[in-house]
């Protein structure tokens, strides 16, 4: 079984302990953020405007329309907002508490993955922590990370169902089943997790085409086929996706916006696999993003083709979120999260098959390093700037000083060209000034005597 160690340079026991304790420090490194200020940016603008609306009583509506975003998580922070205990702190313990039992439930569906060790899905699990997309996202009151801990609950409940039998195998497919409703609602990929239950509903080693299992062929079809229709109606009437797609395919061709999202696809593989942003790297050394993302490209093709007559549903799963992935345009790293994990084991396979065991082991435990200590310096970046005296200006792009200035100073201390950041600042931030008549100004509302 293939792993990123090896027993001529340590041994397992103590390599376990060592990703352990690496588990253990990113993970602290994560608990720090709690005591930082709200990071605010156009999603969590919208997410909290959301949120705020359905606490007040007004639904979950956007400017007094409709959310356009998946409404499970400002539902969330609604019930939260209405107990009162909504706020900076709470955000990032809600993200890190669902990471944690994320990252319990991935340990499980890794192990059981044939190519899933203990020492394999320790080291998978720490180059996941380490990566530089978690780390941005973790802190801020957004839906990446609850939506892991949704989809890779009904993603186990799914893959153990194969597996099971009997009563146990029905209650594991059920549950995955209800688990996939609070996934989609969260973040609408998670309509990658329909494909995995239809194939979960297949018990391994079953051909469906024969004629004695016709019948529960076309169940699985027809399911399938209701499935993904009332999640197709869902996101027309619900959210703003279809549209959006729709819109940049008509500002250009099909054929130039397929290569524009390949392109974009292999960049932000070649960022993921080397932790390292494209706004950081040197315009000279961008186009080895692209080269490093063909390569994970090639990878991914070669171990999944070489389980095309097994596939798990895990494999579905990724493959499901591969064709969102190149069917949707934009560059954003962050959408490869829930399948991230699987990308790495897939490599993991494939390195293992083709390079002998000690420079396999001595390669891997390099990359291991330097992904790691790559992955502690951003933490670092961002705990300074969380304490730092000078927040507004350090913080992104430092585009919204200005309204962190006027929300922890108060009035008289900075413009308000955001209006809607700074509304969230001051409700869901406890360093904004006693100063401000918070009952003016109210997320969800358009103008400040609205």
């Not at 253990?24 to 156009?42: C, N, S």
């Not at 959408?335 to 002998?356: D, N």
Request: hydrophobic share 50%; charged share 15%.
């Amino acid at each position: 079984m293939p792993v990123l160690t090896s027993q001529y340079l340590v041994p397992s026991g103590t390599t376990r302990r060592v990703l352990l304790g690496l588990v253990a420090v990113l993970l602290v490194g994560f608990f720090i953020q709690i005591f930082g200020p709200l990071r605010v940016d156009t999603d969590v603008v919208y997410y909290l405007s959301i949120a705020a609306s359905f606490a007040d009583g007004h639904g979950l509506n956007l400017y007094g329309n409709p959310s356009p975003l998946p409404v499970g998580y400002p539902i969330i922070v609604g019930l939260m907002d209405r107990a009162g205990f909504a706020g900076a702190p709470a955000f990032v313990v809600v993200n890190l508490v669902c990471l944690v039992a994320a990252l319990a439930l991935l340990y499980s569906i890794l192990r059981a993955e044939r190519d899933g060790s203990a020492t394999t899905a320790l080291a998978l699990i720490v180059l996941f922590l380490s990566s530089f997309v978690i780390i941005k996202y973790l802190p801020r009151a957004r839906s990446e990370v609850v939506s892991l801990f949704a989809s890779w609950a009904a993603l186990w409940c799914l893959a153990a169902g194969r597996r099971a039998h009997g009563q146990r195998r029905l209650g594991l497919l059920l549950a995955g089943a209800f688990l996939i409703v609070p996934a989609i609602s969260i973040r609408a990929a998670g309509v990658a997790l329909i494909p995995a239950l239809a194939w979960a509903l297949v018990p391994p080693g079953i051909r469906l085409i024969d004629a004695e299992h016709r019948a529960r062929f076309w169940c699985v079809i027809l399911g399938l086929a209701a499935l993904l229709g009332a999640t197709v109606f869902w996101a027309v009437t619900s959210t703003e996706y279809v549209q959006d797609w729709v819109c940049q395919l008509e500002a250009a061709s099909l054929k130039w916006q397929l290569f524009y999202t390949a392109r974009a696809k292999l960049n932000e593989l070649g960022q993921l696999a080397l932790n390292v942003p494209e706004s950081i790297t040197p315009s000279a050394l961008r186009s080895g993003l692209k080269l490093t993302g063909f390569v994970v490209c090639l990878f991914i093709i070669r171990a999944l083709w070489s389980r095309r007559r097994n596939l798990s549903t895990v494999d579905v799963f990724v493959l499901a979120n591969l064709g969102i992935l190149f069917l949707w345009p934009g560059d954003a790293p962050r959408f490869w999260l829930p399948i991230l994990p699987f990308v790495g084991l897939y490599t993991v396979s494939v390195v293992a098959e083709k390079i002998p065991a000690r420079p396999r082991a001595i390669f891997t435990g390099l990359y291991l390093m330097i992904y790691v200590a790559l992955g502690i310096g951003f933490q670092v970046v961002l705990t300074r700037e969380a304490f730092s005296e000078d927040f507004a200006t350090t913080y992104g792009d430092s585009s919204l000083s200005e309204e962190y200035h006027a929300a922890f100073d108060g009035p008289g201390h900075g413009e308000l060209d955001n209006a809607d950041a700074f509304r969230v600042l001051l409700r869901y931030d406890a360093k904004a000034s006693a100063e401000w008549d918070r009952t003016k100004y109210r997320p969800y509302c358009v103008s400040d005597d609205g």
